[in-house]
């Protein structure tokens, strides 16, 4: 398992911090995977760059950047 540079890691923290609203758009074959449309909020991002999610479905499944598909909810308030 190899842990990703601190560039990419501040990186994503930027790009998707604390409160973020996100929607999924497809996760890999997990065994309890959540499902498209589903919208949660990111609690933190860990130093392998999952990025922890508090889904509205009561999930807290984690997002894999390069893996999983997601879009920021345009306009969603912090």
Known sequence: ??????????QLRKAYPAGTKIQ???MRDEK???LPGTVGEVTHIDDMGSIHMKWQN???????PEVDSFRVVPGAPK
Not at 2 to 8: I, V
Not at 58 to 64: K, M, P, R, Y
Request: no cysteine; charged share 15%.
């Open 24 to 26: 999924l758009i497809s």
């Open 1 to 10: 398992m190899k842990f990703p540079n601190k560039a990419y890691l501040e």
């Open 58 to 64: 009561g999930s807290s499944l984690a997002l894999i």
């Open 32 to 34: 309890y995977p959540v």
